[in-house]
Every structure is written in structure tokens, then in C-alpha cells.
């Protein structure tokens, strides 16, 4: 199994595993889920933290160096500390495993030191207002300083990098791109902006509506000067040095600078489903493997294989594309 590798038909090696921990989560972000939310999975089909754990060391075997752990909002699971424990442990042949976390914040003004010292490297925070009435009605939850409260406390206990992560959307908050960005520079934080992508609860996006990676660094420019520093390696932001600063800019353009061609990464569900793309409409199905008695060979083989079919890229701009059936939080960010 040492010699198996996650490679697909187009020579590209995945290294960077999402692990979903659940897909509850405490914000309706309009762009996410209806008001109502959405049918949460049935707990009997989420991952126990040793079946997670489990296939995390197969699919580091297979290759994968870089972890991230998303959901839903991830911190909502009771045992994340003991969770981020269990992976950080984990060696591969290059180090140890570089384990990090992208969360709303709400929980980490509790979460952060224990989450550090459980040994995790960074935090990826999700802000798209700085506005409280603004935030109220994105998120359909009263919570913006529970955010900023998180965030501060990401910074005070020590985590470096803290990304933001700035969904911008016209009409709706593409007047806070340099607010946001002054936001992150006098707080020695990085600022990444993302287009709109069609992964929605209600099925509602509409391209016309998205903002696209040209129209935010046009807004940002109108305030600083960019220095281009192309992407950190597989990293899908775009990355932009703030011209006498040490401070960076990010774009992550899925869908006007897709960067389908060089994407390293593959999804674990918190249901154990096992994803080769964001946008897939198949998945392979570790739980029933792992819950049949399915030794780590058989789940290295499923893992292979699926990464195998994966498609040259997500296909947004096709007249045939289809948005896949689970919203964003029940296939994890």
C-alpha cells in the first residue's frame, strides 16, 4: 500500500485531505442553507473519532501531507479537541502532518488554546461584514462580535497565519472589500476573498450575481498597490503582496480562474463518503467499508480509485453542469 499514490488520469498527486467533523452549524448563511436550514445527517452515519482518524492514516500513506478540517461548523463537534489530538500525533515520512481548521469563530474564544495546544497549526476564520445589521441578515444569527471575540482570541493564543475568508456577493457586501482588507492589515491578518460558487441549499445561485476575482482586486486597488506573488505552491488563493507592507491579499476564482488543473485535494464527508471534487456527483462510500470490516489495504483501494475517475475540472461554465445534490456544508469547505 506505501506505493500506491492518490494520482489521477491527469498526473495530478493529492496531497491535501478536508475532513468534514460534522455538518451541523450555528449560522443560516443565505448563501449556504435556507432559513430553515437544511436535514441534518443522522448521527448513526457520522464517523466515530477512531474511524475518522483511521482514514486519515490510510490516506496519509497514500500521500496526503496537509489536512484541514472543515464542516458545517467543525468546532460544533463535542470531541474537535480530542479530534485535532488524534490527527496531530499522526507522522508522515516528510514531518508531521500540517493540520488546520476553518471555522466561524463563534466557539473560539473557549476553543483556541486547547485546540494550540492539542497541536494544531492555524485557523481559517469565514467574515464576509463588518456591519452587525449586515452580518444579522447574512447569517440570519445576532452573533458578528461572538466573531470578532474568536478572532482576537485566534491571534492572542498564538495561531499564525489567521486567514478571513470574505465570500463577496454583488448588492449584497461587495462595498466592504478595502474595509475588509484595512481590517485584516492593521490586525497582521490575511485577507482571502472568494467568488460565489454554485453550492447553495436552495439551488439558488446565479452566476450574474457573482463577483468576480477582476472586480475585487479592481475595488482593492482603488486603495493599494498590489504586488502579483502568483500561488503558494497547490494553494488555490491567488496571492497579492501589499505594496509596503508585509501584508497579503488572496482570490480564490474558482469559477472566472478555475485552477482545476493543478487542485491536490480530496474530501472526507462526515458521513464517510469519500469525495475526488467539490462539485462530484459520485462518491465512494469508506463507511459501509470500514463498518463491513474492510482492512486498511481494501480502503487504500477505494480511496485509489476513486481519485482515479476524478474529472478534469468542475465544469461551471458547461451548459450541462449540474450543481452537485449536498449543499457545501454537508460535503465540507
Not at 481559517?124 to 444569527?141: G, Y
Not at 498564538?158 to 449584497?172: E, T
Not at 492593521?186 to 467568488?195: A, C, K, S, T, V
Not at 462526515?270 to 462518491?283: I, K, P, S, T
Request: with cysteine.
Amino acid at each position: 500500500m506505501s506505493h500506491a499514490r492518490l494520482v489521477d488520469r491527469y498526473r495530478r498527486v493529492h496531497r491535501d485531505l478536508r475532513v468534514s467533523l460534522t455538518d451541523r452549524c450555528s449560522l443560516r448563511c443565505t448563501y449556504c442553507m435556507p432559513a430553515d436550514g437544511v436535514p441534518w445527517l443522522k448521527s448513526a452515519t457520522l464517523l466515530s473519532t477512531d474511524e475518522l482518524v483511521r482514514l486519515t492514516r490510510v490516506a496519509v500513506d497514500l500521500g496526503v501531507r496537509e489536512v484541514r478540517l472543515t464542516g458545517g461548523e467543525p468546532l460544533l463537534r463535542p470531541d474537535v479537541v480530542d479530534v485535532v489530538g488524534e490527527l496531530a500525533a499522526i507522522e508522515t515520512p516528510d514531518g508531521p502532518l500540517d493540520l488546520s481548521l476553518t471555522t466561524n469563530a463563534l466557539r473560539l474564544p473557549a476553543l483556541a488554546a486547547p485546540l494550540r495546544d492539542a497541536g494544531l497549526n492555524r485557523v481559517n476564520v469565514s467574515l464576509d461584514t463588518l456591519q452587525r445589521a449586515r452580518f444579522m441578515e447574512l447569517t440570519r444569527r445576532d452573533r458578528l462580535a461572538d466573531t470578532l471575540a474568536g478572532i482576537e482570541a485566534a491571534r492572542a493564543v498564538g495561531f499564525s497565519p489567521v486567514k478571513l475568508n470574505a465570500l463577496i456577493m454583488r448588492g449584497v457586501n461587495d462595498d466592504e472589500i478595502v474595509d475588509l482588507v484595512d481590517f485584516a492589515v492593521e490586525r497582521g491578518l490575511q485577507m482571502r476573498f472568494i467568488e460565489h460558487m454554485p453550492l447553495d441549499g436552495g439551488h439558488t445561485w446565479r452566476r450574474e450575481e457573482m463577483v468576480t476575482a477582476e472586480e475585487i482586486l479592481a475595488a482593492v486597488t482603488e486603495r493599494y498597490t498590489l504586488e502579483p506573488l502568483g500561488h503558494d505552491g497547490t494553494a488555490p488563493a491567488e496571492r497579492f503582496r501589499i505594496v509596503g507592507t508585509e501584508a497579503t491579499v488572496g482570490v480564490i476564482a474558482s469559477v472566472t480562474r478555475k485552477f482545476c488543473d493543478r487542485c491536490d485535494r480530496v474530501r472526507l464527508t462526515a458521513d464517510g463518503q469519500f469525495r475526488n471534487c467539490l462539485f462530484a456527483h459520485e462518491e465512494s462510500d469508506l463507511r459501509t467499508l470500514l463498518r463491513e470490516g474492510a482492512d486498511d489495504a481494501r480502503l487504500a483501494e477505494a480511496m485509489v480509485a476513486c481519485v482515479a475517475r476524478k474529472l478534469p475540472g468542475h465544469g461551471i461554465d458547461d451548459p450541462s453542469f449540474v450543481q452537485p445534490s449536498r449543499p457545501m456544508s454537508a460535503i465540507g469547505g
